[in-house]
């Protein structure tokens, strides 16, 4: 074999190698065909199936920056709530109620918040970001809590009207509009992050995660990157805010609660970081854990999800789809997951 | 990115360099330079400021005084970024890698810094084929094509310190800095980092950190001597391995000089 046929072989291998791992595969067919079955079978429990959707988006937000960029934080509700008010807020005290424009707006604002209040918090690291990030969320908490003739305060923001869908479809009692509604949101933001890992960006992420000293010594802007990518990812926080105040009709100072920033994080870390439908599988989860288990046993339903929580930390590193592929590995050897 | 400068005008230069932490004073007045296609050894017991020196020029650590200047142009007050963007590419020491990522993939990470396809995020990475095109060729070269599927962390130690060399290459460096890049090297296998090291472009002004006295007169064409923070003397290899003054530094260390 001549040097030029060697050049070729090597150069065609690994184009063959970057298209492989962008290429899709029939397992990700299986979450949107779960979705859309789930409506069919378990139609009475669509109201439930809403809030796992804005989960499932929430969580995906945080894995563009936890999962590829390695930005850990306590504090992502911060932008969900920001998200929730601003939609809610543009409905009770400013009368627009269209849900598509509102729910973008949401999107719009936490994005904003997000590039500002980013800008300052990712010149931080490790324990210092982390206690910053929870730190942020704190503090749009207590203003939310201020600002109550905005806000509603502690009572929560009340007269949240949203317009029928497109002019046509009617919220209805059993979340069918919604659930469409989210299901369709959460697809089209699923397909943004998958565009952007892919990218030649989205996997200088991935090296700035692995080592950021050495992003620094190839020239990486990476103060600027980790802003871009954090600002993305708090506009589809908002984005699931908003999805939430419209479909709850009903915004409290629990959308920027700790509770709900360690959840996320929960949930993500149950189903798998770094690899995009872990956000789904571990929501899935958790909720439905979580619903099960209340009924199960209202005051001690907690003690499941830290259990369950302990067990994935302790034994499945990679999340429960870092088992499945662990697990895939040993039945059929040699084959890529 | 190199710019043109006429042969003989220096790539790199520091003109009294100094830091001090605190009471210490790391770096004394010290002053480089290489002109294009150097190869240059910058050796000295330890604590001598070696370390220091390196994060000075790549701007890792600011100075107290002196300045940097890259192709004629002051860097003194430019981030390490800006640095790189104007030519000068370092390794280092210890293995800076990116370890979940396949040999290919931490190249032509390096590779779209460069040429500004990393900035791009709404197109597969796989359409980028000028830039896959010249990572592969880069692991050709070093003969780490082999290996480019491999993640780097199952990489032997030794593979692993040619994916450095392979990363600052994705630069196109007018300037290399290599901070020891047979350190942890089995001696056995130490002439393949070596004989890499030989075969880089003749263009490419390098400056080698390197405490392995056989490497350094086998590559170097000039020698500094950096003690205490300070230059002891600076010289051809000859000149240097008869020098009273180097002598007696290294006395007492294991080092043969």
Same mark, same amino acid.
Request: aromatic letters at 8%; a negative charge; hydrophobic letters at 40%.
């Given at each position: 074999m001549n040097a030029s046929d060697e050049t070729e072989t090597a150069r065609r291998s690994a184009h063959e190698a970057f298209a492989r791992s962008e290429r899709w595969r029939w397992t990700e067919a299986l979450p949107w065909i779960a979705a859309v079955g789930a409506f069919f079978v378990f139609p009475d429990y669509m109201a439930l199936g809403t809030q796992i959707l804005i989960a499932i988006l929430f969580a995906l937000s945080l894995d563009l920056i936890l999962g590829y960029a390695g930005i850990i934080t306590l504090g992502h509700a911060a932008y969900f709530g920001a998200g929730a008010y601003a939609t809610g807020m543009l409905s009770a005290h400013?009368?627009?109620? !269209? @849900?598509i424009s509102a729910m973008l707006f949401g999107g719009a604002v936490a994005a904003a918040f997000g590039f500002v209040s980013g800008w300052i918090l990712l010149r931080y690291h490790g324990l210092t970001l982390l206690m910053l990030t929870l730190a942020t969320a704190i503090l749009l908490m207590e203003t939310a809590n201020v600002l109550e003739a905005w806000t509603?305060?502690?009572d929560g923001l009340v007269g949240i009207s949203i317009w029928p869908l497109l002019g046509t479809f009617e919220y209805d009692l059993w979340g069918h509009t919604y659930y469409w509604y989210a299901l369709t949101v959460l697809f089209l933001c699923f397909l943004v992050c998958r565009r952007i890992v892919h990218s030649p960006f989205g996997r200088s992420l991935v090296g700035i995660k692995n080592n950021t000293a050495r992003m620094h010594a190839i020239g990486t802007p990476v103060h600027r990157r980790l802003v871009t990518i954090y600002t993305i990812s708090a506009g589809m926080a908002g984005i699931a805010g908003g999805l939430f105040a419209e479909s709850n009709a009903f915004v409290t100072l629990d959308v920027l609660s700790f509770a709900r920033s360690g959840a996320v994080l929960i949930m993500l870390v149950v189903g798998g970081v770094g690899r995009l439908y872990g956000a789904f599988v571990g929501t899935a989860v958790f909720l439905i854990l979580e619903d099960e288990l209340a009924k199960l046993s209202p005051e001690f339903w907690e003690f499941g999800i830290g259990l369950l929580l302990v067990l994935v930390v302790l034994f499945f590193r990679g999340g429960l789809l870092g088992a499945a592929d662990a697990l895939t590995r040993r039945l059929f050897p040699g084959k890529r997951p | 990115m190199t710019t043109p400068v006429a042969d003989?005008?220096? +790539?790199l230069e520091t003109r009294t360099l100094s830091k001090r932490f605190g009471a210490l004073h +790391?770096?004394?007045d010290v002053d480089l330079s290489l002109s294009r296609g150097a190869r240059h050894a910058l050796i000295g017991p330890n604590g001598a400021g070696k370390t220091t020196l390196v994060n000075l020029i790549t701007g890792v650590v600011r100075p107290d005084g002196g300045s940097i200047l890259l192709n004629g142009r002051d860097?003194?007050?430019?981030s390490r970024e800006d640095r790189v963007k104007r030519g000068m590419a370092r390794t280092f020491q210890i293995n800076q890698l990116f370890r979940d990522l396949t040999v290919l993939e931490n190249v032509a990470l390096s590779v779209a810094e460069r040429t500004g396809a990393a900035r791009r995020l709404w197109r597969p990475a796989s359409v980028d084929s000028a830039v896959i095109d010249e990572a592969v060729d880069i692991l050709l070269t070093l003969d780490l094509a082999g290996d480019a599927q491999t993640p780097i962390r199952e990489l032997p130690y030794g593979r692993q310190r040619l994916a450095e060399i392979a990363i600052t290459l994705g630069q196109r460096p007018s300037v290399l800095l290599l901070? !020891? @890049?047979?350190?942890? +090297?089995?001696s056995a296998e130490s002439h393949i980092i070596l004989d890499v090291i030989a075969a880089l472009d003749d263009d490419i002004a390098i400056l080698i950190i390197e405490h392995d006295m056989d490497i350094v007169f086998r590559f170097a064409k000039t020698i500094t001597v950096l003690v205490s923070g300070g230059v002891l003397v600076e010289g051809p290899p000859e000149d240097i391995a008869r020098d009273e003054k180097v002598r007696a530094v290294y006395l007492g260390e294991d080092t043969d000089v």
């Open positions: 400013l009368g627009w109620g !269209e @849900p509603g305060g502690f | 003989n005008a220096p +790539v +790391v770096t004394r860097i003194t007050g430019l901070d !020891e @890049p047979a350190a942890g +090297v089995p």
